[in-house]
């Protein structure tokens, strides 16, 4: 019985090491992070920080790579198809892991199936923003003008079938289908051009870019589309407070391709967590009016599929579908 458990801890140790000196040498190149949406947004803001970040920790080379188009989905199908040895990874935003499934028939990818979660980084809210020119101050008065001028009124957003798309088909389905103009740009840095502009009165910007634009008065907030009030505009009331229910937020973390060695997906989720829980990135995320997650990647696996379920209501009350 004794001969037989020290030959079965012998096994067991010899199957460890391999994998510890996988999760020791890693990584041993430069790593690729792949960011599905162009510079300027909040996916590309946190992807390039932290891999600023890792790359002290690893004293290696990670180089952020914007490969943009279909709503993010082409970034995200790269990445998916990509080697699973840990030097291609995807800094995701939700869209394309668990909004864009319920708008393609034919997704190249599945995100649960071909894509390992590692780390959930942050999440935060969308901002309703205006130019300030724009008459109504709220959500309230922009539902009364919008029923006041139907089919006149336009907004943008950084592509079609995007949050900031859904957020706005969000309010027009819970404020009684208003008929308003929707005008997808190639990213949020164009549609942002436009609005400053006053070519199109209205946007939905991530919170990050929201506080910088709306604190210099080149833009208005109308509303956050968490379910409360965020702590960085504690002025700007909620949607919710004038749509009850209404509760739209975004996360941005790192995944993998499927089958990337598990030592590894530990180590980038491991010192990811080191990263976040740094006092001076916490300070960071507070005044970008962003909250640390910090999940495992058991947990950030359960939170997709909860989140696939949720915007399959919302894109099938929306009517959106871009095939």
């Not at 840990?86 to 071909?114: V, W």
């Not at 894509?115 to 020119?133: E, S, T």
Request: glycine share 8%; hydrophobic share 45%.
């Amino acid at each position: 019985m004794l001969h037989r458990l020290l030959l079965a801890l012998a096994a067991a140790a010899a199957a460890a090491a391999p994998a510890a000196a996988l999760a020791q040498s890693y990584p041993s190149k430069p790593v690729r992070v792949v960011v599905t949406f162009p510079p300027g947004g909040t996916p590309d803001i946190y992807g390039r920080i932290m891999s600023v970040e890792l790359a002290k920790l690893w004293n290696q080379s990670v180089v952020v790579e914007n490969r943009t188009g279909a709503g993010g989905t082409i970034g995200t199908d790269y990445v998916a198809k990509a080697a699973p040895d840990g030097y291609t990874l995807l800094f995701a935003a939700d869209a394309t892991i668990t909004i864009a499934p319920h708008l393609y028939s034919k997704l190249p990818y599945d995100p649960q199936r071909d894509l390992a979660p590692i780390v959930n980084v942050a999440a935060g809210p969308f901002v309703l923003m205006a130019n300030p020119a724009f008459a109504p101050n709220d959500v309230k008065e922009l539902i009364a003008l919008v029923r006041a001028q139907p089919g006149k009124i336009s907004y943008a957003s950084s592509g079609a079938g995007g949050q900031q798309h859904l957020a706005m088909e969000s309010i027009r389905t819970m404020a009684g289908n208003m008929d308003m103009i929707h005008v997808p740009y190639k990213g949020f840095g164009q549609g942002i051009a436009d609005v400053l502009a006053n070519q199109v009165p209205l946007i939905f910007g991530g919170i990050t870019a929201s506080i910088q634009l709306t604190h210099s008065g080149k833009l208005k907030a109308l509303g956050v589309t968490g379910a409360k009030r965020a702590k960085a505009l504690p002025n700007v009331p909620s949607i919710a407070e004038t749509l009850p229910g209404f509760d739209i937020t975004a996360w941005y973390g790192f995944m993998a391709p499927a089958g990337t060695p598990r030592e590894i997906v530990k180590k980038v989720h491991d010192d990811s967590v080191t990263v976040i829980r740094r006092p001076d990135f916490l300070e960071r995320l507070d005044r970008d009016g962003i909250d640390p997650v910090a999940n495992s990647p058991e947990e950030f696996a359960a939170e997709i599929k909860s989140d696939l379920a949720r915007w399959a209501k919302i894109v099938k009350a929306a009517g959106a579908k871009l095939d």
